[in-house]
C-alpha cells in the first residue's frame, strides 16, 4: 500500500496560528511564549502554538461556567444528545483530515488513528448522546414512622456537577478528550480541556467543529499550554468542580492531591499500570503469540492497557519467545502515513530517551534481550520491537510502566501461584487471561485484581463497559453509566405533606 497524501485541508490547518478555543473562537494568548509541534516520525516542527497563561485560564473557566449556569442549564437532555450526535456526524464527516492531524502529531499509524480516533471518538459520542436523556433520579420509601398522621415523600436529582477540567495525554489526543466531553455534555456539565504538549492541534479543529454542530459557545473550551501552568492553574480554579485526568502516576497523584487541597470533590484518575496477561498451557503456541502482538505490541504499547508482563508457561516458553521474534521480525516499521505500516514511531523525544534507557536497565540487570532492543536508523523516534526474558519478578522491566513496544517474558510451571504473580504489582488497570478451559478461568476471575479483565483478548474497551483502575492505577471509572456518578452530584429531597 502506499503513502498517502497530506489533504490540503490538513496543510492550511498547520499553517494557521494556533492557540485556544475560548467561547466559540479561536484565540491566541496576549503572552508571545510558543512552544513546538514536532512530528515524531521525522523530529522536524510540523507546527507552533501559543502557551496559554492565567488570561486564558481565566477566560476559558469564566466562559464555561456562564454557559453552564446559562446556555446549556436551558438546552434540554434530548437537544444535548442531539448536539453530541450532529459532532459525531461531524467527525466522520471530517474524518481523514482529523486522523492526518493525529498520526502527524502522534505517530499513530494512520489506520489506527481512522479506527480509534475518528470511528470509536464518534461511537463514543453517539453513546454518550443516548445518556443525555436517560440520567436521572429516583424515588423513595421513607422508613421511619411518621408522627401524628405526617406522610413524607422523597426523591434523588442527578445534578450536573458544574465546569469539568479534562486533562488529555498524547497518546490518544482525540478518544481521550472525547470520552471525558462526551460523558461531561451528557450529564449537563461544560467543559475545560488541556491537551497534551505534545499534540495540542487536534482539539483545536475539533472545538470548531463543535461549533459548527451548534454546541454553544462557552460549553468546549481549549487551553494550550504546560502541564505544570496551565494544567495546574487550571485544577486550582474556584470555577472547576471537577478534574478527568489521564496520564502518568506521579502527574495523576500530584494532579488528585491539588484537587482535593482544592475543595473539589469530583475526581477521576486514569493512570498507568503494569498490565499482565497470562496464558495458560492449554493454549497453542500460534494463539499465545497471537495475543502477545495483540495485547503488547498495538501503537507500539503506548496504550495505558496494554500489557507489558507476560506469563508463559515454561513447556511453551521457548517456542514462543523464537515465533514472536519470526512475527516481530516481519513486522512493517516505518511511516505512519503508509497505510500497511504495523508500527510507527515512539511519539516524542522524551519518550524515546527513556523507552532507550530502559533498554540499557535491562542489559545492565543481566535480563537477556531476545528481540530488538536498540533504536532504529533514520530520522524519527523509532525503535525496535522488543522482547525481555525476565531473570525474576524483581528486574526493573518486570515492575515499571514502560509504556513502549517491550514486552517482559516470565515462564512459570504452578499454575496456583501464577494470580500471586500476576497480582504482585501496586498497580492494577487491565489483565488478561487466556484458556479454553472456562471453568479455570471463572475461577480466577475474582481473584485477579484489576479495574478490567480480558479472557482471550486483550486491550479492547467499548463505551458500554466501565473502564478504570483500581489499586493505585486510579480512581473513578468512565464509560457504562458508572460515569454518572462522576460527573454528577447526587441531590437528596424529602417533603412532607
Ligand atoms: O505524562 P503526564 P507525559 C506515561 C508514559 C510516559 C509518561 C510521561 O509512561 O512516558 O507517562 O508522559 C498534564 N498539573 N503516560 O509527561 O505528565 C500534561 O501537560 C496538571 C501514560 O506526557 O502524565 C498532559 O496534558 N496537569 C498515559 C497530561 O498531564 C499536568 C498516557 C499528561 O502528562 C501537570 C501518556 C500538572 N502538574 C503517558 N503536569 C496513560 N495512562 O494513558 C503535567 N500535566
Not at 244 to 255: A, L
Not at 467 to 478: I, L, Q
Not at 479 to 486: K, P, Y
Request: charged share 20%; hydrophobic share 40%.
Amino acid at each position: 500500500m502506499s503513502e498517502v497524501n497530506l489533504l490540503e485541508s490538513v496543510t492550511t490547518f498547520l499553517q494557521r496560528p494556533h492557540g485556544h478555543y475560548i467561547n466559540g473562537v479561536s484565540v491566541l494568548s496576549q503572552e508571545n511564549t510558543t512552544f513546538s509541534v514536532i512530528n515524531p516520525a521525522s523530529g522536524k516542527v510540523i507546527a507552533t502554538v501559543n502557551q496559554g497563561g492565567e488570561n486564558e485560564v481565566n477566560q476559558a473557566m469564566q466562559a464555561a461556567s456562564d454557559a453552564f449556569h446559562g446556555v446549556w442549564e436551558q438546552t434540554s437532555p434530548i437537544e444535548r444528545g442531539n448536539c453530541l450526535n450532529r459532532l459525531a456526524d461531524l467527525l466522520q464527516k471530517n474524518g481523514e483530515e482529523l486522523a492526518q492531524l493525529e498520526s502527524l502529531c502522534s505517530g499513530k499509524p494512520i489506520q489506527l488513528s481512522r479506527a480509534l480516533d475518528v470511528g470509536a471518538s464518534s461511537d463514543y459520542l453517539r453513546y454518550f448522546a443516548g445518556w443525555a436523556s436517560k440520567i436521572s433520579g429516583e424515588t423513595l420509601n421513607v422508613s421511619l414512622p411518621s408522627f401524628k398522621g405526617e406522610k413524607y415523600n422523597a426523591f434523588t436529582r442527578r445534578e450536573p456537577v458544574g465546569v469539568v477540567v479534562g486533562i488529555i495525554p498524547w497518546n490518544f489526543s482525540i478518544m481521550i478528550a472525547i470520552w471525558k466531553l462526551g460523558a461531561a455534555l451528557a450529564s449537563g456539565c461544560t467543559i475545560v480541556l488541556k491537551p497534551s504538549e505534545y499534540t495540542p492541534l487536534t482539539m483545536l479543529r475539533i472545538a470548531e467543529l463543535a461549533t459548527e454542530a451548534g454546541i454553544p459557545d462557552g460549553v468546549i473550551n481549549v487551553v494550550n499550554g504546560s502541564g505544570a501552568q496551565v494544567g495546574a492553574s487550571l485544577i486550582k480554579h474556584p470555577q472547576c468542580a471537577k478534574v478527568t485526568f489521564t496520564g502518568s502516576v506521579p502527574t495523576g497523584v500530584s494532579v488528585g492531591k491539588s484537587a482535593l487541597e482544592q475543595g473539589i470533590k469530583h475526581t477521576t484518575l486514569e493512570l498507568g499500570g503494569k498490565n499482565a496477561a497470562a496464558f495458560l498451557s492449554d493454549m497453542s503456541v500460534e494463539k499465545i503469540v497471537d495475543g502477545i502482538l495483540e495485547a503488547g505490541y498495538v501503537y507500539q504499547g503506548q496504550i495505558c492497557a496494554a500489557a507489558e508482563r507476560f506469563y508463559i508457561p515454561s513447556v511453551h516458553m521457548e517456542a514462543v519467545l523464537e515465533q514472536l521474534s519470526e512475527r516481530l521480525s516481519a513486522m512493517k516499521i516505518g511511516s505512519p502515513f503508509d497505510e500497511s505500516t504495523e508500527m510507527g514511531p515512539l511519539a516524542n523525544r522524551e519518550h524515546y530517551e527513556k523507552i532507550l534507557s530502559l533498554f540499557e536497565k535491562a542489559r545492565q540487570e543481566g535480563c537477556e534481550i531476545v528481540h530488538g532492543g536498540h533504536a532504529l536508523e533514520g530520522p524519527g523516534f523509532f525503535v525496535a520491537p522488543t522482547i525481555v526474558r525476565a531473570k525474576s519478578a524483581e528486574d526493573t522491566l518486570m515492575k515499571e510502566e514502560t509504556f513502549g513496544p517491550i514486552g517482559t517474558f516470565l515462564s512459570y510451571d504452578d499454575e496456583e501461584a501464577l494470580v500471586a504473580m500476576m497480582n504482585a504489582t501496586p498497580f492494577g488497570l487491565a489483565a488478561s487471561l487466556w484458556t479454553n478451559d472456562l471453568s479455570k478461568a471463572m475461577r480466577m476471575i475474582p481473584r485477579i485484581e484489576a479495574g478490567i479483565l480480558w479472557i482471550n483478548m486483550h486491550t479492547f474497551l467499548d463505551p458500554a463497559v466501565p473502564f478504570g483502575g483500581s489499586k493505585s492505577s486510579g480512581m473513578g471509572r468512565e464509560f457504562g453509566s458508572a460515569f454518572i456518578e462522576h460527573y454528577t452530584e447526587l441531590k437528596s429531597v424529602i417533603m412532607r405533606y
